[in-house]
């Protein structure tokens, strides 16, 4: 029945003449969406639909109409990002609560899988570190951007609470501190933040990556962007003890640091160290860390949501100590 109700929505699109003609493809690997590929006319799509409670053990619902601000979002990014790295919007159903886009071609690599099976991009990090410091620079002090993506419901449902109220609630002796991270997050307004930005959500090109699902944009602090972000490189370098995981980090971050050179390096380390604790004691742990691992990572994370870290390096030289 689902797949059926979706195929009428691409026939309404004008990509199909009749639903026999769609047959879909689950992408998987999404908690909070269904994502199916499909192909029509000769082209490539993905069609994206929200759901109401979310795929993890735990109860968490969001507001699917969070799926028509994603679209919003990612018409937006294809016209202040270069060519390529984000796929077009080709149509929206605003009553089955769908978006469709074009397909990233079939041979992209999802850095996240690269990344836990061992295989080390050179480019890939500097690459992203300045994808990031282009949108937050896009974005910033621009209060048409902030009238459109302001509200931040669907930023609460899906990472204030589930991440920093749960895990604030397991560690009462940092509450007040990941309190202080939670604040900040909630009352600044300087750009648009993406909200998912992590290696699952990016693809991997020859010249080029590819960023993929928006739902979680909002107009606020980008200091949250860099810790989410830097929080997937730090577990992924921990599991893997890779140095050429670890090497990636400061380049990531110099590469940011040019593109959007306002934020101070210690500014983010608070929300860096919340990150970290939340993905082993927020609602969604990250499923690949043995138990010695989230002990690591519980020992790294409470002297940067401290603030007794002056910067990345710092960090970093706390993270080999653990």
Not at 18 to 34: H, K, M, P, Q, T
Request: proline share 5%.
């Amino acid at each position: 029945m689902r797949d059926r109700e979706l195929a009428l929505c691409v026939v309404e699109a004008g990509l199909a003449a009749s639903a026999d003609e769609v047959a879909f493809e689950s992408l998987g690997g999404g908690i909070s969406n269904d994502v199916l590929a499909f192909s029509a006319g000769g082209r490539e799509y993905v069609l994206k639909r929200a759901l109401p409670k979310l795929r993890v053990a735990a109860e968490w619902h969001s507001d699917v109409r969070r799926i028509h601000r994603e679209a919003a979002c990612q018409r937006w990014l294809t016209q202040v990002l270069r060519p390529g790295e984000v796929p077009a919007v080709v149509a929206e159903d605003e009553l089955h609560h769908v978006y469709i886009m074009e397909r990233a071609p079939r041979d992209s690599l999802n850095w996240k899988d690269e990344m836990l099976a061992g295989r080390v991009h050179p480019q890939a990090a500097a690459r992203a570190g300045d994808l990031l410091g282009r949108l937050h620079a896009a974005g910033a002090e621009n209060d048409q951007l902030a009238a459109r993506f302001g509200d931040q419901t669907v930023f609460d449902q899906l990472r204030l609470d589930p991440y920093l109220r749960t895990t604030a609630a397991n560690h009462p002796a940092l509450a007040e501190p990941i309190g202080d991270v939670i604040r900040s997050c909630a009352e600044e307004r300087w750009t648009v933040v993406h909200g998912d930005y992590s290696p699952k959500n990016i693809l991997l090109r020859e010249t080029h990556l590819v960023l993929l699902d928006h739902e979680v944009v909002h107009y606020g602090d980008p200091r949250f962007d860099l810790g989410f972000f830097f929080t997937h490189l730090f577990l992924k370098a921990l599991h893997l003890g890779l140095a050429e995981l670890w090497e990636q980090i400061p380049r990531a971050w110099a590469a940011y640091r040019t593109a959007y050179p306002g934020i101070d390096e210690r500014s983010w380390q608070p929300h860096l160290g919340c990150m970290l604790l939340a993905r082993v004691d927020g609602k969604s742990p990250a499923g690949y860390l043995s138990a010695a691992e989230e002990e690591r990572v519980r020992l790294l994370a409470e002297p940067l949501i401290r603030g007794q870290t002056a910067g990345l390096a710092d960090a970093l030289a706390l993270a080999e100590r653990v």
